[in-house]
């Protein structure tokens, strides 16, 4: 079985973000640190199209988990 493995910015082209660097720091400045309590797909900034591809990335240990994964640490952090 091949895997597809994309990259951080290919996500937020996935998600309908600005995906170039100053795009994806402005978005992760502007919503980091995401509560411990609050899963990703649950955070208030998504549009239901971005929560449900998120929480299907995940479920499904899509192509996308890993950078799902790693978009989730980064809005985590304390400083971006």
């Known amino acids: 079985m091949s895997q597809?493995?994309?990259?951080?910015s290919e996500l937020f082209d996935q998600l309908g973000l600005?995906?170039?660097d100053q795009g994806i720091s402005h978005f992760l400045t502007?919503?980091?640190p995401l509560a411990d309590d609050?899963?990703?797909?649950?955070?208030?900034?998504?549009?239901?199209a971005q929560a449900t591809?998120?929480?299907?990335g995940l479920l499904q240990d899509a192509?996308?988990?890993e950078m799902i994964d790693q978009l989730n640490i980064a809005l985590?952090?304390?400083?971006?």
Request: charged share 20%; proline share 12%; no cysteine.
């Open 63 to 65: 192509d996308w988990a």
């Open 38 to 48: 609050i899963a990703l797909p649950d955070a208030p900034f998504w549009t239901p």
């Open 53 to 56: 591809f998120l929480r299907e």
């Open 4 to 8: 597809t493995f994309h990259r951080f």
């Open 18 to 20: 600005p995906s170039d």
């Open 30 to 32: 502007t919503h980091a």
């Open 76 to 80: 985590r952090a304390h400083s971006v």
